[in-house]
């Protein structure tokens, strides 16, 4: 709903500041933060594709951090997910 | 163009004995085609340096190379071995890495994100099968791993043979090996400050190789380096793959701990084996040294110096820093003082009249050790 003039901005959903969020690390290489952010978007989306493909993401990033024990649980989402 | 019917008639010319012998015919340090036949009959072929462990010092540490345009990856394995594999991504051709970095976890292609482990596995490859669906029947993992290529590490230096079609490395290197056996095996310690230095040389690789093989230059050259290293002093060596010279009377003011172990012979004599194609190894008591001959073009060749000591304190300590800046400015300076010949050379192979020149059977045979191998390879 657009603001009416005077009145405060509605603020911003979860999943409007995730947005921006991913938006903003997208090209930083921060690998944790961005694992971070889609393993709670993945949590946030209700549609299982959408939630599948967060994941999906989360469990790359996790792999190039090397972080054995996310991954494992990431794989066994997917898998769970039919993303594996 | 290279004439290559020309060529081989000109190459049966050098490959006989010295004293007959032509050196290598203007063509081949004065076109591009030059360099990249060498590259497929030499420089893939066959065993060739691409750079030092060194420069991955750490488990995960990766580092792209630009080998004669070829895109590799030297990497550091996590259990600290030496692994070179072609730096592309096996789905569409991408460059995987494009800066020296260390990899905690796997090796993200950055186009579309299929992932390698550090042994080259294809460990990851997301939405291959849709979105959120990160497999395929088509695509096996196993068979999609990154593309090693054989590679062999001896003092540090890295070698690799693109092709996969040269001998074992440690055949190969067996003959070098067994020259410097009093330092095949030691300790190497890297210095933490002037342990390196580069050139960047206008001239072809070979003029750079041929120059270091011989001693002949070093009073005309050299003559600081000749006040204690008088061409009598000298001594020429040839094998099936390096050729070289030595000193008799290697005694520099700089003092370094020495390497344990050594014979005595060592106390005054140094060696400095040209390994063919493409580095030069410098053996001392107390030091080593290897130039690495990164072609850039047929006329232009980067020359990078690592030097090595044979203790920690000598190579890391505050102690022995102002020695190590002494001794690495006075390689730098002798290397420097090769540089109007190397260049000097590469212009000399525009005159239409050079037929290669003459060797003399006393003082150049190195030199033509080498030029003779260079036409076998190109000939094969
Ligand atoms: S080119 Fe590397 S993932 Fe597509
Ligand atoms: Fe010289």
């Keep these: 709903m657009p603001s009416t003039p005077g009145s405060p901005a509605p603020l911003p959903t979860e999943a409007e500041i995730l947005d921006r969020d991913l938006r903003r690390y997208h090209g930083t290489g921060d690998a944790a933060r961005l694992c971070a952010l889609h393993k709670r978007a993945a949590v946030l989306v209700s549609d299982p594709c959408e939630a599948r493909f967060h994941l999906t993401h989360a469990w790359i990033y996790a792999l190039v951090l090397g972080d054995r024990e996310d991954v494992e649980g990431l794989e066994r989402q997917l898998r769970a997910a039919g993303g594996l | 163009m290279l004439d290559t019917a020309e060529l081989s008639k000109l190459l049966e010319q050098v490959d006989q004995p010295v004293a007959g012998a032509s050196g290598l015919p203007n063509a081949l340090y004065a076109t591009p085609d030059a360099l990249a036949l060498e590259r497929e ?89 849709g979105p959120g669906i990160n497999r395929t029947e088509t695509i096996d993992p196993t068979q999609t791993g990154l593309t090693e290529v054989s590679c062999g590490v001896f003092m540090d230096v890295v070698f690799v043979n693109v092709s996969g079609t040269a001998m074992p490395f440690e055949t190969w290197i067996a003959p070098l090996r067994n020259r410097l056996s009093d330092f095949a095996d030691q300790p190497l310690f890297a210095p933490t400050s002037h342990g390196s230095f580069t050139l960047d040389v206008q001239a072809n690789w070979k003029l750079i190789m041929e120059n270091n093989c011989e001693s002949y230059h070093l009073p005309w050259v050299h003559p600081g380096l000749n006040s204690y290293s008088r061409l009598e002093d000298h001594y020429c060596f040839e094998a099936e793959n390096f050729s070289g010279q030595g000193t008799l009377v290697y005694n520099p003011d700089l003092r370094f701990p020495n390497f ?121």
């Excluded at chain 2, 260049?343 to 525009?350: I, N, P, V, Y």
Aim: glycine share 8%; aromatic share 12%; charged share 25%.
């Design chain 2, 41 to 129: 009959r030499i420089f893939k072929n066959g065993w060739a340096c691409i750079g030092f462990g060194k420069d991955v010092p750490n488990p995960g540490d990766a580092r792209p190379i630009d080998f004669l345009g070829m895109p590799l990856l030297l990497l550091r394995d996590p259990d600290g071995a030496i692994k070179v594999f072609e730096n592309v991504c096996r789905h569409r051709g991408m460059i995987l890495v494009e800066e020296p970095k260390n990899f905690g976890g796997v090796i993200r292609c950055p186009y579309h994100s299929w992932c390698y482990s550090l042994d080259g596995a294809l460990r990851a490859t997301p939405h291959v099968g």
């Design chain 2, 260 to 380: 344990e172990g050594l014979p005595s012979k060592w106390d005054m004599s140094a060696e400095y084996p040209s390994v063919y194609p493409n580095v030069f190894f410098s053996v001392h008591r107390d030091h080593f040294w290897a130039a690495h001959l990164d072609p850039k073009a047929h006329d232009r060749t980067v020359e990078r110096v690592e030097i090595y000591y044979a203790t920690e304190e000598a190579a890391t300590s505050d102690h022995f820093a102002p020695l190590r800046e002494k001794n690495a400015a006075q390689w730098k300076e002798i290397l420097s003082e090769d540089i109007f010949v190397t260049q000097g050379m590469q212009k000399g192979r525009g005159a239409p009249g050079f037929d290669g020149g003459k060797f003399s059977p006393e003082m150049d045979s190195p030199t033509h050790a080498f030029h003779a191998w260079v036409a076998r390879a190109l000939a094969n």
